[in-house]
């Protein structure tokens, strides 16, 4: 069972900063390949949220690191 993810404002934050930081820092590959290992992670956490504690904080939220 598939499920839609959401990310926090502050995970939207982090990301954003993250990626910027290697489009200014890195070369163009190591922002690719990172965007796809994060997309890849991403995927497994919809497909299979069973897999990862809820989060005690935001009920509704599981905690993937």
Request: charged share 30%; hydrophobic share 40%.
């Given at each position: 069972?598939?499920?839609?993810?959401?990310?926090?404002?502050?995970?939207?934050?982090?990301?954003?900063?993250?990626?910027?930081?290697?489009?200014?820092?890195?070369?163009?590959?190591?922002?690719?390949?990172?965007?796809?290992?994060?997309?890849?992670?991403?995927?497994?956490?919809?497909m299979h949220?069973?897999?990862?504690?809820?989060?005690?904080?935001?009920?509704?939220?599981?905690?993937?690191?």
């Amino acid at each position: 069972m598939s499920r839609d993810l959401k990310l926090t404002k502050t995970a939207e934050t982090h990301l954003r900063n993250l990626i910027e930081y290697l489009d200014n820092s890195w070369p163009e590959k190591v922002k690719i390949d990172f965007i796809k290992k994060m997309d890849n992670c991403v995927s497994k956490v919809a497909m299979h949220p069973n897999l990862f504690p809820r989060s005690f904080i935001k009920k509704d939220c599981i905690n993937v690191l």
